[in-house]
């Protein structure tokens, strides 16, 4: 069974920057397309960005430019950077694990348990 583990979130001012992580553990994790996703309070949950089979990196249009995902094989570690913060990025961030490359949450098996981030003066 797929676990996922997620930190790295927390309180920071607007323009400020963090970097998420999500350790995956359970099966090869080469075989897995990864992704981020987020929900805000009231509304549904959204994806954010996806490292992908065959090198492919894909992100949301509301975070291009500022949100960088990356993959350390070594350490089955997914990494979420993400820059020039906006209190509209405030948001519980989620790593998920699925068979295929895909922008949907329908499309990803397993997930943690979220970290949050929140972004204010």
């Known amino acids: 069974q797929v676990q996922l583990v997620e930190s790295g979130g927390g309180l920071v001012q607007p323009g400020g920057s963090l970097r998420l992580s999500c350790v995956f553990s359970?099966?090869?994790?080469?075989?897995?397309?990864m992704a981020w996703f987020r929900q805000a309070p009231g509304k549904e949950r959204e994806f954010v960005a996806g490292?992908?089979?065959?090198?492919?990196?894909y992100y949301a249009d509301s975070v291009k430019g500022r949100f960088t995902i990356s993959r350390d094989s070594a350490k089955s570690t997914v990494y979420l950077q993400i820059n020039s913060l906006k209190p509209e990025d405030t948001a519980v961030y989620y790593c998920?694990?699925?068979?295929?490359?895909?922008?949907?949450?329908?499309?990803?098996?397993?997930w943690g348990q979220g970290t949050q981030v929140t972004v204010s003066s």
């Open positions: 359970g099966r090869t994790f080469g075989r897995y397309a």
């Open positions: 490292s992908w089979y065959g090198g492919i990196t």
């Open positions: 998920a694990a699925g068979p295929h490359n895909s922008d949907s949450l329908n499309h990803y098996d397993y």
